[in-house]
């Protein structure tokens, strides 16, 4: 799949990563997140995708620009809970109360309670939430985080051959890796996608990978971002 990205050229984490001609070229291996959510904001704007309430404005408001700004959060379209990845796009900018109320639904389910709040109001959407949720059953709440079609199908790919792991990014294991293992006990697969550039270096879903290869399980997803290349050591 191709990561969204600016459509102009630009220089990211002080010359660390950069965008030539459709393409991020990372010249070291740093916070992958962070660069996501920085072009996330680029792209995607300030304003709360659900809501709409604005959150960048050069007029009146801009007194109280820090405090807008500080209510402003980022989504994952897909929940992380579901293994959503942090990339762009799957990032939105959110404000803090669509973010919380949307908690762990997939984006059809909060569209659908997005809905009836503006027909019902708030109060309304809070208890159909709570509602929605309690009306599953821990069979449908197990299909629920076993559903492989949370992602666009052209988002994955294969495992690669040779997957290059840069083991100095990253403390593999402790508490992500246990939350891992935890979810696989319950639901028989791995809630992180593998993203890795498009010449095969992973840049996020470590411990995921590592505890795929500790089970000898395929129960995890790869997504490879066709216009991402690393092109800094490999230590
Ligand atoms: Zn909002």
Redesign the pocket.
Known sequence: MFLELPNYNMSLKNGAAEINEGNLYLHRLLDFDSIMVELAYIMYGKD?Y??K?KFSTDSEELKDTKKYFSKLTIDHLIPKEFGGPTITNNLRP??V??NNTKGNLLPYEFQYLQDKKREEGVKEIKREIKQYKESLSDSQERRRFGELEVFPEDWLTECPNNLLVNLSILNPLGLSYRKIQNFYKKYRRINKVVVFSKNGVLLDGLNGYLFAKYEGTDRIHFIMLENVIYDGLII
């Open positions: 709360c659900y809501c309430r959110t404000c109360d669509c």
